[in-house]
T-cell receptor, first 114, second 112 residues
Framework: AQSVTQLGSHVSVSEGALVLLRCNYS??????LFWYVQYPNQGLQLLLK??????LVKGINGFEAEFKKSETSFHLTKPSAHMSDAAEYFC????????????FGRGTSLIVHP | IAGITQAPTSQILAAGRRMTLRCTQD?????MYWYRQDLGLGLRLIHY???????GKGEVPDGYSVSRANTDDFPLTLASAVPSQTSVYFC???????????FGEGSRLTVL
């Protein structure tokens, strides 16, 4: 069984500030981990993914995430927030191998203030 | 490249009516999924299909049915809509085993 916890349903930052969105997971086998972004009135699109290669993963729009096995975490960061980063962000986990279905967190809404 | 196409984009429906949400993909992915998105609850899996001809139940399957007659199409049917089925519905697809999902733009359904 697998599960995902995203800490904080809303995160508010000022433009130019560090963005940190937290994700912790549980998985019975080594996981694949994903971050998706959803802009208003759109579907989800992949930001980045971890599939057992490098633990620091770089994604689109300047985002990156680090897989920390000891902490069972996959937090998403960006050094400097832009207004255009305002969106809903979802973390997802899938056990590696087999045809397991990804499990999504409940999402974190990122609010960027000018 | 179209990816995932969903129709309709928005619909208002009277309770008790039958409704089919359409989903078509052009990526030849094996697996397809239907999720509903509700405020505060994130994405919840309704039904899935790992390959054409097979389907499975997700977290919230009651009141919904699906079919997978071919690789490209995965319609979701509400046999008799109820107000609690008011939601935004997302169809997605993936290569089986990768876990990376490709999503449609969503279908916003309101049941009155």
């Amino acid at each position: 069984a697998q599960s995902v916890t995203q800490l904080g349903s809303h995160v508010s930052v000022s433009e130019g500030a560090l963005v940190l969105l937290r994700c912790n997971y549980s998985s019975s086998v080594p996981p694949y981990l994903f971050w998706y972004v959803q802009y208003p009135n759109q579907g989800l699109q992949l930001l980045l993914k971890y599939t057992s290669a490098a633990t620091l993963v770089k994604g689109i729009n300047g985002f990156e995430a680090e897989f920390k096995k000891s902490e069972t975490s996959f937090h998403l960061t960006k050094p400097s927030a832009h207004m255009s980063d305002a969106a809903e962000y979802f973390c997802a986990v899938k056990p590696s191998g087999g045809s397991y279905i990804p499990t999504f967190g409940r999402g974190t809404s990122l609010i960027v203030h000018p | 490249i179209a990816g995932i196409t969903q129709a309709p984009t928005s619909q208002i429906l009277a309770a008790g009516r039958r409704m089919t949400l359409r989903c078509t993909q052009d990526m030849r992915h094996n697996a397809m999924y239907w999720y509903r998105q509700d405020l505060g609850l994130g994405l919840r899996l309704i039904h899935y299909s790992n390959t054409a001809g097979t389907t499975g139940k997700g977290e919230v399957p009651d009141g919904y049915s699906v079919s997978r007659a071919n690789t490209d199409d995965f319609p979701l049917t509400l046999a008799s809509a109820v107000p609690s089925q008011t939601s935004v519905y997302f169809c997605a697809s993936s290569e089986a085993g990768t876990g990376e999902l490709f999503f449609g733009e969503g279908s916003r359904l309101t049941v009155l």
